[in-house]
């Protein structure tokens, strides 16, 4: 008896060592070309997909069931959604959940974001361990139609992370305030009426759950671009000075990030928290250099231990770049490391209130493990704690 046809593909995703995946195309139809990455977060793909961090990425969801949960406006972290794609093992279903607004598949298409169901994400998964984080190209069309060596071509003339400055591009174009705080039940997101500390943050990527966890804890926050100087800054005559999340080679965005950096260091003693690519910048500033990572940390999943402590953090991670504690002149203090692999996850000045971590507290994996971190900085601004 003959079989029935199988459906043709409509997407299509090629590596640059020669290696094509296909699958059923869905959300916006195109090419584009990017890094690829796994997470393995079980929820929140809304929030990681809309996270500027994963600019010029391409997202391989190692969780099955994606798109399960729909979407809602108000999780997204930035805008729009960032990630140049998403790669998933089954095609999104239809939303089961109260808050949903629209389904994912219709949410990628306006957005103009690229997406592939039907993978064997747990052979990509492997391969992206064992060769690194590869360059791919992702398409979709319809017809079914690639040109899949001119894709393999694309996927090996895309330059790479490494010496890409993408905060700059996922940046603010203006400076703005934030007044917004953490959201809980039954109200919802409240604004905060009654601030503390004047503090500036400084939007290298900045997801809005990080800002909603300053507001909380009694900020008044204003944030200014990834390019402002410090003289910008310190105009605000800021309690504290905050560096956000972004993308990209962090060694790049030194060049005018570092400079800012040290001159508010030098001409102030305000308190200064970093997160993520805030961490890396605080690093290079202070004398220490980052690394490209094999694979990077991505996923909700991630331990990470307070070595001054003792105490274990399930924390949420999203970086490919690292910064090499052996690398941290003679001041600083390594604070966090990851249990996965050793791998530097804070930092601190001996005698100075400053400090920052790789993980993102704000993204409530644990699900407040970290959340402490927000509340040492009002602490600290407030005269009530060291940090």
């Given at each position: 008896m003959a079989q029935p046809a199988l459906p043709k593909p409509t997407a299509c995703l090629a590596l640059a060592d020669g290696t094509v995946f296909y699958g059923t195309g869905f959300g916006a139809t195109g090419q584009t070309v990017a890094e690829l990455v796994f997470n393995t977060a079980m929820t929140g793909y809304q929030e990681i997909l809309s996270d500027p961090s994963y600019a010029q990425q391409v997202i391989t969801f190692t969780f099955p069931h994606i798109g399960n949960t729909g979407v809602s406006p108000e999780d997204d972290e930035g805008a729009d959604p960032v990630a140049a794609?998403?790669?998933?093992?089954?095609?999104?279903?239809?939303?089961?959940?109260?808050?949903?607004?629209?389904?994912?598949?219709?949410?990628?298409?306006?957005?103009?974001?690229?997406?592939?169901?039907?993978?064997?994400?747990?052979?990509?998964?492997?391969?992206?361990?064992?060769?690194?984080?590869?360059?791919?190209?992702?398409?979709?069309?319809?017809?079914?139609?690639?040109?899949?060596?001119?894709?393999?071509?694309?996927?090996?003339?895309?330059?790479?992370?490494?010496?890409?400055?993408?905060?700059?591009?996922?940046?603010?174009?203006?400076?703005?305030?934030?007044?917004?705080?953490?959201?809980?039940?039954?109200?919802?997101?409240?604004?905060?009426?009654?601030?503390?500390?004047?503090?500036?943050?400084?939007?290298?990527?900045?997801?809005?759950?990080?800002?909603?966890?300053?507001a909380s804890v009694g900020c008044d926050v204003t944030v200014l671009p990834a390019t402002a100087t410090a003289e910008e800054v310190l105009a605000h005559s800021p309690d504290g000075v905050f560096l956000s999340n972004g993308p990209g080679d962090p060694s790049a965005t030194s060049e005018y990030a570092v400079p800012m950096i040290r001159e508010v260091l030098d001409r102030s003693d305000v308190p200064v928290f970093g997160i993520c690519l805030g961490h890396q910048l605080l690093a290079l500033a202070l004398g220490g250099r980052t690394i490209k990572m094999n694979h990077g940390h991505h996923g909700a999943n991630h331990p990470v231990k307070d070595v001054e402590t003792g105490k274990v953090e399930i924390t949420s991670m999203n970086h490919g770049f690292a910064v090499d504690s052996q690398s941290l002149p003679d001041g600083v203090l390594e604070t966090h490391v990851s249990l996965f692999d050793g791998s530097n996850c804070g930092i601190r000045m001996v005698d100075r209130p400053v400090w920052s971590v790789q993980h993102h507290p704000e993204a409530s994996p644990g699900p407040q493990d970290s959340f402490y971190l927000f509340d040492r900085f009002a602490n600290v601004m407030a005269g009530r704690q060291q940090p």
């Open positions: 794609g998403m790669v998933v093992k089954w095609d999104p279903t239809a939303p089961s959940n109260w808050r949903s607004a629209e389904t994912l598949k219709t949410w990628l298409k306006k957005r103009g974001r690229i997406a592939i169901g039907g993978v064997d994400t747990r052979r990509l998964t492997r391969a992206i361990r064992q060769q690194g984080a590869p360059h791919v190209a992702l398409a979709h069309d319809p017809s079914g139609d690639f040109d899949v060596p001119a894709l393999i071509a694309a996927a090996r003339g895309f330059a790479g992370l490494e010496g890409m400055d993408l905060a700059r591009v996922v940046t603010c174009a203006q400076s703005y305030r934030w007044d917004e705080m953490r959201w809980a039940w039954p109200e919802g997101y409240q604004r905060q009426t009654q601030p503390q500390h004047k503090v500036v943050a400084i939007d290298y990527g900045a997801k809005r759950n990080i800002l909603r966890c300053l």
